[in-house]
């Protein structure tokens, strides 16, 4: 070993210790909040960002810049307590659409129209924040996600198909109609405003799970069988896949879903006469495999077009919930395969709500593809197989899951990044739960993001919405966040 060598082994070493605790030593790690429009046309654009500098030395906005749901846009959902800022009133005729200017020029190519938000009439929240933040030197972001209300014009022509039952909420990912709405989106984004990057969520599974109901959430029927559209045939037909045998192998998957769910219990078990279903028909699992690349080609097609257009500007994904619980859904969220098209993931890991959505997806499963166990075994399998344990079935809801679920979740998302893609775990910070699940305190937050930090995190991301946060909980983000010694 030459003295150069030598040294730069040295250097390395001795960084070592420093990297281990402070991940990504050389840039600063982001430390951001997703924060919607209400909140600056609530509570004032300077004064919001003075106050989440000064509670957490907040150095990224999310905006919140398009949906037509709750979870990041608008106030306080009613029935739940509004927090101790911004207006004290629900915002019950809440719509959704564009938060920003919506410049028809890149909405050509699709026949979803490309709504300006009416909740707030005249505003654009990334023309009002941009210059504000800067003035800090606070980055922004546009976060935008895959919710779309089923009556704007044009989006019944990119509606996923679905087998039979009630009609899909959502929108074919390989329809062009969609492909071109979210590229119009990326493209009108980074050409209309100064943005530094982009985040987009797409909070859905393919069929599989959904028949299977095995997500968190509150479905007590079997989900969609989708998409059966025309592209999607066309797609499968170009794969050799038969698709009258993927129809067939579906229908069959549902009616067992339904026998399974009325609690009669096959002479075989529900896992092995599921199991056998796969193997007659293979189709099932194509089929699958199918809807899941129609969702990786957009998100390989946005991250494209947002580095031919902006090369040094960042585009990452939010990483739905379901990856903590599900082992189907999680098998299909390869990070290694998300570094070749993302410069970051947000991979959910909202531990204080996550109790009782644990809870939620182990009963939805036990009454599918786990009905053979009982409701604790079925918990602990799914704690073995995730590779984190907690408490127990009748208490998780009550106490939420412990920091170690987000020290543990950070550090298998760390180890699958590689090293050029940033893992931003996002915090829940009084995600709405039942009356009796758990609910945020300020220790649990200082918990959760040293966790994060722990396990290596470049950052994290203060999660769902400012409008629904209490400041308390805020503060102790940034008092975790000092004590790291990161900021
Ligand atoms: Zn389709």
């Known amino acids: 070993m030459d003295r150069r060598e030598f040294l730069q082994t040295s250097a390395v070493l001795a960084g070592g210790a420093l990297a281990a605790r402070v991940p990504n030593a050389q840039s600063p790690p982001m430390v951001g909040i997703q924060i919607g429009a209400v909140s600056f046309q609530d509570e004032g654009t300077e004064r919001v960002l003075d106050a989440l500098q000064e509670m957490a030395s907040i150095n990224t906005l999310f905006l919140a810049t398009f949906t037509y749901g709750r979870g990041i846009g608008g106030r306080q959902i009613p029935n739940q307590p509004l927090p101790d800022h911004g207006k004290q009133e629900y915002d019950s005729g809440f719509r959704g659409g564009n938060f920003a200017t919506p410049h028809p020029q890149y909405y050509r190519n699709t026949s979803i129209a490309p709504e300006k938000a009416p909740d707030h009439p005249g505003y654009d929240v990334i023309a009002d924040v941009l210059p504000a933040a800067r003035k800090r030197g606070m980055k922004v972001m546009c976060w935008f996600e895959d919710v779309i209300a089923a009556d704007v014009p044009g989006f019944d022509k ?4 679905v087998l039979s039952g009630p009609p899909s909420t959502f929108a074919c990912s390989r329809n062009p109609n969609t492909r071109h709405f979210w590229l119009g989106m990326v493209e009108d984004y980074l050409r209309s405003y100064d943005v530094d990057g982009l985040m987009w969520g797409s909070e859905r599974q393919g069929p599989l799970g959904n028949v299977l109901v095995a997500n968190h959430g509150t479905a007590g029927n ?6 059966f559209c025309q592209y999607c045939l066309d797609a499968a037909r170009k794969d050799g896949i038969n698709v009258d045998r993927a129809k067939e192998g579906y229908a069959r998957l549902s009616a067992w879903a339904d026998t399974i769910r009325t609690g009669a219990k096959p002479a075989d078990g529900a896992f092995v006469t599921f199991w056998r279903l796969l193997v007659k028909y293979p189709e099932i699992l194509a089929w699958e495999r199918l809807w899941n690349e129609a969702l990786n080609d957009t ?9 031919q257009l902006a090369p040094t500007k960042g585009i990452g994904w939010h990483i739905w919930h379901n990856n903590s619980f599900s082992w189907l859904y999680r098998a299909e969220q390869d990070y290694g395969d998300f570094s070749e098209y993302s410069d970051f993931l947000k991979v959910v890991i909202y531990n204080l709500c996550g109790g009782e959505r644990l809870a939620q997806y182990v009963r939805n499963v036990n009454r599918s593809v786990l009905a053979d166990l009982t409701p604790d075994q079925a918990l602990a399998l799914t704690y073995d197989v995730q590779q984190y344990h907690d408490q127990p079935l009748d208490a998780l809801s009550a106490a939420g899951l412990a ?8 550090r298998r998302a760390i180890a699958g990044a590689g090293t050029t893609m940033k893992i931003w775990p996002g915090i829940d910070i009084d995600i709405p739960t039942a009356q009796t699940s758990k609910k945020t305190r300020p220790d649990d937050v200082y918990q959760a993001v040293t966790a994060a930090f722990r396990g290596g995190a470049h950052g994290v991301l203060l999660s769902r919405k400012y409008s629904e946060m209490r400041l308390d909980n805020i503060r102790a983000a940034g008092r975790a966040i000092r004590d790291a010694k990161v900021a």
């Open 403 to 410: 920091a170690d679920y987000v020290f543990r979740e950070t």
């Open 222 to 227: 079997g989900g969609r069988a989708a998409c």
């Open 158 to 161: 990119a509606r996923e198909v």
């Open 299 to 307: 998100y390989r097609e946005m991250y494209q077009l947002a580095h």
